[in-house]
């Protein structure tokens, strides 16, 4: 029953994220006390998504270090400064919308890119090692590119927000990593499969908590936030562009160009909703959920042009099949 359930959420994962935020909007006075509970469940769902990994896979992947190089290059340094350009040059006179959009593209990668590039067939094991180096990076890379791009013009609790990734993201990943070379995979093949469906149901509560707390800058569609969704869909749109468009310029194979495009595409979103809310002031997360709104549609547009039908065999047909990762 938990892996019907977990295929039919799979099935419909560009969905379950939109549909989270209008329940959240919708049910804000009964969904913004629950605020307290959303690090513990965001907590669960990396625990649920490390069980996984291994710490012989990360060894393997470090070998060639080449992709996970140039995905930190992309994801925490070319895409926070494009942020920060378009949001000066977008919203010139709004330092927390500048802020939103920049901690938009600063999080670490998502682990649900892991569902994208298996449906995909990408590298598996280079994807694992992204999420997981980029993980324990995040506690210093986030708090310090925000620091550097921002400065003073935004109060923000910058050693909360460290310890808040810590404990949510560093520790529940080692505690999973942990437990699956313990048992020796078996917590992957066992617990895996039946926490999988509860992960995807904690995103979908993650994200109508912290829609419900912003849920009062959504009360007017006015033309200013349909100018910032369009702002939000474009930066994030480039993340897929430039992960897809790195890969080729090094002519890496298929495998690696489909994890690089995802994993610098996609986000994950539900840990930079959790900071905006908790260490900023709300304005500060409405970029953050509007990124949420797109951010799986696009994954599946993106994973549909440039890896399927004719854009699989031009791709096939430029990129080497050898192993780069």
Request: hydrophobic share 55%; with cysteine; glycine share 8%.
């Amino acid at each position: 029953m938990l892996q019907t359930i977990n295929r039919f959420l799979e099935k419909w994962l560009p969905l379950v994220t939109p549909t989270s935020v209008a329940i959240g909007l919708l049910l804000s006075v009964w969904l913004s006390p629950f605020t307290a509970a959303v690090p513990w469940i965001f907590a669960f769902m990396t625990f649920s998504g490390s069980l996984g990994m291994n710490f012989r896979d990360l060894q393997r992947v470090m070998t060639h270090p080449l992709p996970i190089l140039l995905f930190l290059v992309v994801v925490h340094a070319v895409m926070p400064l494009l942020a920060w350009s378009m949001g000066h040059l977008a919203f010139p006179d709004d330092p927390l919308t500048i802020t939103g959009l920049i901690l938009l593209l600063t999080i670490p990668t998502g682990i649900v890119s892991f569902t994208w590039v298996t449906i995909y067939k990408g590298h598996t094991a280079l994807t694992l090692s992204i999420i997981l180096i980029d993980t324990f990076l995040s506690p210093f890379l986030v708090p310090y590119t925000l620091s550097l791009l921002i400065g003073a013009k935004v109060e923000m609790d910058t050693w909360g927000m460290l310890q808040g990734l810590v404990w949510m993201v560093v520790v529940p990943s080692l505690l999973g990593m942990a437990i699956n070379q313990w048992t020796g995979g078996r917590a992957k093949s066992e617990w895996g499969p039946k926490l999988a469906p509860f992960s995807k149901i904690g995103l979908a509560l993650v994200v109508m908590i912290n829609s419900a707390v912003i849920a009062p800058y959504f009360k007017q569609w006015d033309s200013g936030i349909l100018f910032l969704g369009a702002v939000c869909v474009f930066v994030v749109a480039l993340g897929y562009v430039i992960g897809w468009g790195s890969a080729r310029l090094f002519r890496m194979d298929r495998g690696a160009a489909v994890s690089l495009m995802f994993n610098c595409g996609m986000r994950n979103i539900s840990a930079g909703a959790v900071l905006a809310t908790s260490f900023f002031p709300p304005a500060v997360a409405v970029p953050t959920i509007i990124g949420m709104l797109f951010q799986q549609m696009m994954a599946s547009f993106f994973g549909y042009v440039f890896f399927s039908g004719k854009m699989l065999k031009a791709a096939k047909g430029s990129l080497p099949q050898g192993k780069s990762a």
